[in-house]
T-cell receptor
Framework: QQPVQSPQAVILREGEDAVINCSSS?????VHWYRQKHGEAPVFLMI?????EQKGHEKISASFNEKKQQSSLYLTASQLSYSGTYFC????????????FGGGTRVLVKP | DVKVTQSSRYLVKRTGEKVFLECVQD?????MFWYRQDPGLGLRLIYF???????EKGDIPEGYSVSREKKERFSLILESASTNQTSMYLC????????????FGPGTRLLVL
């Protein structure tokens, strides 16, 4: 079952903040965040691991609530380059990086 | 930098044709994955492979098969293409360690007429 992302879409002005949520019905080992720009491959942003460890982009922040199986991605002081579709991918156990992706959140940052 | 390449960016095929989508990675990754991407549905896993000649079904394997004869190459096969297989197909690879992630190719947009 795919994780649920919310909102489905968000429009921001440059400099504004936004939060993208990812919620799973299953216990998770890790959550991975990607951004995809139109016509391009998804690009890895961040991985959040059970136990609190994080790896990824210095300017992107995210949280992972293991008890609730939820993760949030924070877009702070948004820039035009933040536009794209954001996906969360959830990993149920540490075995082979098999991810289940959410439906995506489309983000548009306007000048 | 990890590089994942896919044989075609755009492909147009007729219903009933056999279609091959090729994916090659140059980082000696253990694992490879095939997804299809449709609006609002995100990325859905078709098949994946943890080793040469090994394959496992993902969430939507019906109508597809795969082949992994060499570590760096993972092929997706549509035995008899149908219009409902019109989609964006993305290939990914990963090293396989517990704190690793997947790296994606640019995708192949397939249109089945």
């Amino acid at each position: 079952q795919q994780p649920v992302q919310s909102p489905q879409a968000v429009i921001l002005r440059e400099g504004e903040d936004a939060v993208i949520n990812c919620s799973s019905s299953k216990a998770l080992y890790s959550v991975h965040w990607y951004r995809q720009k139109h016509g391009e491959a998804p690009v890895f942003l961040m991985i959040l691991l059970k136990g609190g460890e994080q790896k990824g982009h210095e300017k992107i922040s995210a949280s992972f609530n293991e008890k609730k199986q939820q993760s949030s991605l924070y877009l702070t002081a948004s820039q035009l380059s933040y536009s794209g579709t954001y996906f969360c991918g959830t990993e149920e156990r540490a075995a082979g990086n098999k991810l289940t992706f959410g439906g995506g959140t489309r983000v548009l940052v306007k000048p | 930098d990890v590089k994942v390449t896919q044989s075609s960016r755009y492909l147009v095929k007729r219903t009933g044709e056999k279609v091959f989508l090729e994916c090659v990675q140059d980082m000696d990754h253990e694992n490879m994955f095939w997804y299809r991407q449709d609006p609002g549905l995100g990325l859905r896993l078709i098949y994946f492979s943890y080793d040469v000649k090994m394959k496992e079904k993902g969430d939507i394997p019906e109508g597809y098969s795969v082949s992994r004869e060499k570590k760096e190459r993972f092929s997706l096969i549509l035995e008899s293409a149908s219009t409902n297989q019109t989609s964006m197909y993305l290939c990914a690879s990963s090293p396989g360690g517990p704190k690793e992630t997947q790296y994606f190719g640019p995708g192949t947009r397939l249109l089945v007429l």
